[in-house]
C-alpha cells in the first residue's frame, strides 16, 4: 500500500498566481521519490498537497489509486508521516516529545509503542540512548538529537507513506551524514517523497525529479542526472 500519484496536479495560494504547474508524479509503493530544486520552486508546498493542507487548483492526487480529495483527512493523515526540516521540541522529556500527538501516550506506553514500531533498537544505537535518556528534557539536545526524536515521532506512527521536508538540511555535514544513513533504513518498505536542496543527499532515491519554479525541469536516477550534468 501506498503508491502516489500527481495528476496534472496545479496549484496557487492566491488566484492568478499558480505555484505548481500540470504536475505529473507516479510513486510505487514502498518506493523513493527526491524532489530537489532551489528554494521557492515549490517542493514543500507539493509536500503539503498530499497531506491535504489545501485544495487543488487543477488535477488530482491520488493513494492506491483513491483520489485523496475523496478520502477522510484523519485517515489519509494517519497514512502520513512527516519528517520537518527545524523540530521544535517542548521543554519536557524526550519521551513526552515522541510520544506528542499520541493521546495519553505515558512513557511505559511509549517504550511499548516504540518497541513495536522497531525504533528502540534504531534509537539505542545513535547517540541518544533511548533507553537511558527517555526521561531526560529535550530542550537539552544537540541538532542531530532532535532530528533523532522527530524521527521516531513519525515512527511511532509506523506510516506506509513517509515525507522528509528537508529533514538534515539544517544540521551540520557530520551529523547529516549520520541521519541519511538511518533515515535509508526507514525508508525501506515505505513509500517515501524526500524534499532536499542538494543532489548528493538524495544518491539513493529510486528517482529524482527537479523542480524549478513549480515545473519539472528534470528527471532521473542519481547517475542519469549527473551524467546529464
Ligand atoms: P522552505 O523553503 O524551507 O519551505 P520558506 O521560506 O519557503 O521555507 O517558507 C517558510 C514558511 O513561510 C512556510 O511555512 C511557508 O508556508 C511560509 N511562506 C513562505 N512564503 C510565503 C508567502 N509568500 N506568504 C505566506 N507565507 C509564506
Ligand atoms: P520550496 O519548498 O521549494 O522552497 P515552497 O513550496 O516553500 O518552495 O514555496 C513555493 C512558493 O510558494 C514560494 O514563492 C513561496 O513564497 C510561496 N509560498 C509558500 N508558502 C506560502 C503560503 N503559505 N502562502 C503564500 N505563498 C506561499
Known amino acids: 500500500a501506498g503508491h502516489v500519484r500527481f495528476e496534472n496536479v496545479s496549484f ?8 505548481l504547474r500540470d504536475l505529473e508524479l507516479d510513486v510505487p509503493a ?5 524532489v530537489v530544486g532551489p528554494s521557492g520552486a515549490g517542493k514543500s508546498t507539493l509536500a503539503r498537497l498530499l497531506y491535504r493542507f489545501y485544495d487543488l487548483t487543477g488535477g488530482r492526487i ?5 483520489d485523496i480529495a ?4 484523519a485517515s489519509l493523515r494517519a497514512a502520513i508521516g512527516i519528517v520537518p ?3 521544535v521540541l517542548f521543554n519536557d522529556t524526550i519521551g513526552y516529545n515522541i510520544a506528542y500527538g499520541r493521546e495519553g501516550a505515558e512513557i511505559p506506553e511509549v517504550e511499548t509503542a516504540a518497541k513495536g514500531a522497531a525504533i528502540a533498537g534504531f534509537i539505542e544505537r545513535q547517540p541518544l540512548g533511548y533507553a537511558t535518556r527517555v526521561g531526560e528534557r529535550g530542550l537539552k539536545l544537540s541538532g542531530g538529537e532532535k532530528q533523532r526524536v522527530a524521527i521516531a ?3 511511532l506512527k509506523n506510516p506506509p507513506i513517509l515525507i522528509l521536508d528537508e529533514a538534515t538540511s539544517a544540521l551540520d555535514s557530520r551529523t547529516e551524514a549520520e541521519i541519511l544513513d538511518t533515515l535509508e533504513a526507514i ?6 517523497i524526500v524534499i532536499a536542496h542538494r543532489l548528493s543527499t538524495v544518491v539513493h532515491a529510486d528517482q529524482i525529479v527537479v523542480l524549478e519554479a513549480g515545473r519539472i ?3 532521473g536516477t542519481h547517475a542519469e542526472l549527473l551524467r546529464r550534468e
Open 70 to 73: 475523496q478520502v477522510r483527512q
Open 85 to 87: 526540516q527545524d523540530t
Open 153 to 155: 515521532r513519525t515512527l
Open 62 to 66: 491520488t493513494v492506491d489509486g483513491q
Open 217 to 219: 525541469v528534470e528527471k
Open 187 to 192: 525508508e525501506r518498505g515505505r513509500t517515501t
Open 30 to 34: 514502498g518506493s523513493t521519490l527526491a
Open 12 to 19: 496557487g495560494y492566491d488566484a492568478g498566481r499558480p505555484i
